[in-house]
C-alpha cells in the first residue's frame, strides 16, 4: 500500500501546531454538531476566508486512523472532492512529506491545486500523532488549474483506549481567484463534516486496521 499524507479536499482538511495555536487563541463559534462530529469555526485578521475545527471518534487503531490518512489510493472514496493527491518527494518513512493536491470546484470555477510539504509526529509520552502542513508557492501551476495561494493546518490523532481514536481537523485557506469569501464561510462546515463522516464508514476495513507504520507506535493501556 502506498502511503503519503492527504491533506485538503474542497476547500481546506487540516490541522498543524500553527494553526491549532490560532484555534485555541481565537473565539469559536459552534456551526454543526451532528451524527457525533463537531464543527467550530473562527475568524483570521488578515484573511476574510474562516478557519475550522472539527473533532469525531473513530473506530480504530492510532495506526489504522494515521494509515488511512497517509493512504493516496483510497483519498477519493473519503476525502471530499479531493481529486488526486501526487507525491512530490518522501523522506524519512514518509513523515516528512512534499505534495500536490488538486481540489474539485464546481463550474464556472477552475479546480484548485495546491503544493503541500509537512510533517508527521509522534508524542512518545501521549501517543498522539500530529499532521503539520503548510502550502508552498514556489511550483509551477498547470495548465486549467488556479493555485491556492494559502493553506495550513493538519491533523491531531488522540488514543482514546478500547479502541477508539479522537481525531481532530482544523484547517484555514485563501482560495485564490474569484470564489466569494461569503459563499466559503457559510459552507465551510461541509467539507470536514463530509470527510470525516465517510472516513467513519470505511476506517474498518482490514487495509487501514492491519496497516505497519515504522514511526507509529501503539499505545499500551
Known amino acids: ?22 484555534v485555541e487563541q481565537v473565539d469559536m463559534k ?15 485578521p488578515d484573511s476574510p476566508y474562516h478557519g475550522f475545527k472539527a473533532v ?15 493512504d493516496t489510493q483510497a483519498a477519493n472514496r473519503w476525502l471530499y472532492r479531493t481529486i488526486a493527491v501526487e507525491p512530490i518527494q518522501l523522506q524519512n518513512n514518509n513523515m516528512d512529506f512534499l505534495i500536490r ?7 464556472p470555477f477552475k479546480d484548485r491545486e495546491a503544493i503541500v510539504k509537512g510533517k508527521i509526529s509522534q508524542d512518545s509520552h ?3 500523532v500530529t499532521i503539520e502542513s503548510y502550502s508552498l508557492d514556489d511550483y509551477p501551476i498547470r495548465d486549467g488549474y488556479e493555485r491556492m495561494p494559502k493553506v495550513e493546518g493538519g491533523w491531531l490523532f488522540r488514543p482514546l483506549g478500547n479502541g477508539r481514536v479522537e481525531v481532530t ?3 484555514h485557506a485563501d482560495l485564490g481567484g474569484a470564489v466569494p469569501a461569503i ?4 459552507l465551510i462546515q461541509e467539507h470536514p463534516y463530509q470527510s470525516l463522516l465517510a472516513m467513519r464508514k470505511i476506517i474498518g476495513e482490514s487495509r487501514f486496521q492491519s496497516a ?3 514511526d507509529v507506535k501503539e499505545p499500551v493501556m
Open 126 to 128: 501521549s501517543h498522539c
Open 1 to 22: 500500500m502506498k502511503l503519503v499524507l492527504i491533506i485538503i479536499g474542497l476547500c481546506l482538511s487540516i490541522l498543524s501546531q500553527t494553526a491549532m495555536a490560532i
Open 212 to 214: 505497519r507504520l515504522v
Open 169 to 171: 481537523m482544523t484547517g
Open 183 to 186: 459563499i466559503v464561510n457559510l
Open 30 to 44: 459552534l456551526i454543526l454538531d451532528k451524527n457525533d462530529i463537531k464543527i467550530w469555526s473562527y475568524r483570521l
Open 101 to 107: 493536491v488538486v481540489s474539485d470546484f464546481p463550474w
Open 56 to 70: 469525531t471518534t473513530l473506530k480504530s487503531s492510532l495506526t489504522g486512523a494515521v494509515a488511512m490518512v497517509m
